[in-house]
């Protein structure tokens, strides 16, 4: 088969050595008139000129319609002014966007990556984002989160202060790994008890975990001499069916989902002047209706966290619950305490040591407290490793 090009290229070659047009033709088989077309265009354009110029429609017949445009950027424009309290904690980026597209009736829609280019034309976009440094790769034992209500993690913000009120506020938060559902409470203590109250409403409002993840704050795991003894805090989760989990001491990063969420909220609701108590509960509430049914989440499928959650049969403690919290007895279950093994090869759990093995040294390994069976048992990447006995304090 006869290439095209390579008969140009080589009658240009030839003729450029000093061959006759005439002798040239003959030899590639082609007209004169052939060849001085593409000498033209050589001595115009130069080797690039031998290629075929494209006779494709060069109009973009798939371009976005400039209504549409106008709409993304005035849809961005809004949500970003934050004007008014529905769109004072939403989101503002693509997906949202394309989400109130649709909630007006546009078709079709523009894929996410087009608003993003719409976004960027008008020089609406966001400055770069600057991600955190990413975590080395370990065998960290990170609880499984594959769907709603599998891992909620809590965390106590504060103390914060409002304007002119020298009085210590604290945020409790509540939320979803999987699906980033939340809910948060502010209050002026953090003993037990309150932390126990706003875990109940919490749970009331978002249902019951298989396992809830907090840090190693005295309000959650205990006020010292917590040797064989469980806090309140744990003894009520044992109550209630749900696994306690603690992350490694001075690692917050290890709460990523609800750490990531206090960042993101604080600013917006601080930086407002608010005066009162009552005013902060209210932002709350707005704060929470963004976050539960207006955030449009990717891996929900473009759907918000009660959009997902509709229709699963979720566990929630009843509206009526009861329980007293100050006298709580220990219950059946389990408690787990995720650790870094020293390089004398031990872990600390509750204020007492125990040898999980020099082997281990700068490893991590998961500490499961079996209130049952009276045992604690350490595992390393899934194997158990060894067991001991740790009868618990029932004072």
């Given at each position: 088969m006869r290439n095209e090009l390579s008969d140009r290229q080589a009658a240009i070659r030839r003729r450029l050595a000093g061959e006759n047009v005439e002798s040239i033709c003959r030899s590639v088989q082609r007209s004169e008139v052939w060849f001085h077309k593409w000498w033209q265009r050589y001595l115009a354009q130069g080797p690039e000129g031998l290629y075929d110029i494209s006779r494709a429609n060069h109009q973009v017949v798939n371009r976005t319609p400039p209504h549409i445009e106008r709409v993304?950027?005035?849809?961005?424009?809004?949500?970003?002014?934050?004007?008014?309290?529905?769109?004072?904690?939403?989101?503002?980026?693509?997906?949202?966007?394309?989400?109130?597209?649709?909630?007006?009736?546009?078709?079709?829609?523009?894929?996410?990556?087009?608003?993003?280019?719409?976004?960027?034309?008008?020089?609406?976009?966001?400055?770069?984002?600057?991600?955190?440094?990413?975590?080395?790769?370990?065998?960290?034992?990170?609880?499984?989160?594959?769907?709603s209500n599998e891992l909620h993690q809590v965390d106590l913000v504060g103390p914060r202060h409002l304007y002119r009120d020298s009085t210590d506020y604290h945020f409790v938060i509540c939320?979803?790994?999987?699906?980033?559902?939340?809910?948060?409470?502010?209050?002026?203590?953090?003993?037990?008890?309150?932390?126990?109250?706003?875990?109940?409403?919490?749970?009331?409002?978002?249902?019951?975990?298989?396992?809830?993840?907090?840090?190693?704050?005295?309000?959650f795991c205990g006020f010292g001499r917590a040797a064989r003894w469980l806090s309140r805090v744990i003894r009520f989760c044992l109550r209630v069916g749900v696994e306690a989990v603690f992350i490694p001491r001075d690692r917050p990063q290890r709460n990523g989902a609800v750490e990531h969420f206090n960042g993101w909220f604080q600013p917006l609701l601080l930086g407002r002047h608010l005066h009162r108590p009552a005013?902060?509960?209210?932002?709350?509430?707005?704060?929470?209706?963004?976050?539960?049914?207006?955030?449009?989440?990717?891996?929900?499928?473009?759907?918000?966290?009660?959009?997902?959650?509709?229709?699963?049969?979720?566990?929630?403690?009843?509206?009526?619950?009861?329980?007293?919290?100050?006298?709580?007895?220990?219950?059946?279950?389990?408690?787990?305490?995720?650790?870094?093994?020293?390089?004398?090869?031990?872990?600390?759990?509750?204020?007492?040591?125990?040898?999980?093995?020099?082997?281990?040294?700068?490893?991590?390994?998961?500490?499961?407290?079996?209130?049952?069976?009276?045992?604690?048992k350490i595992y390393h990447t899934g194997r158990l490793i060894t067991s001991f006995a740790y009868s618990l304090r029932k004072d």
């Open positions: 993304v950027i005035s849809i961005r424009r809004r949500l970003a002014a934050r004007a008014t309290p529905q769109t004072r904690y939403s989101l503002v980026g693509a997906a949202t966007i394309r989400a109130e597209l649709k909630a007006l009736g546009h078709s079709p829609l523009p894929a996410l990556r087009t608003i993003e280019a719409i976004i960027a034309r008008a020089g609406l976009t966001c400055p770069p984002l600057r991600l955190a440094r990413r975590l080395a790769h370990s065998d960290y034992p990170s609880p499984a989160a594959r769907d939320r979803d790994v999987f699906d980033g559902a939340v809910y948060m409470e502010l209050t002026t203590s953090r003993d037990m008890s309150t932390i126990i109250t706003c875990l109940i409403h919490a749970w009331q409002h978002l249902g019951l975990p298989e396992r809830v993840q907090f840090d190693n704050g005295r309000e005013d902060v509960r209210r932002e709350l509430r707005h704060v929470m209706h963004a976050a539960n049914e207006q955030h449009i989440r990717p891996p929900l499928g473009y759907k918000t966290a009660v959009q997902y959650r509709r229709g699963k049969r979720l566990r929630k403690l009843p509206a009526q619950f009861s329980l007293d919290t100050e006298q709580l007895p220990l219950a059946a279950g389990k408690v787990t305490f995720i650790r870094l093994v020293s390089t004398e090869g031990r872990i600390d759990i509750l204020e007492q040591d125990f040898t999980a093995g020099k082997r281990l040294k700068f490893q991590w390994v998961k500490a499961t407290l079996d209130t049952q069976l009276q045992r604690l």
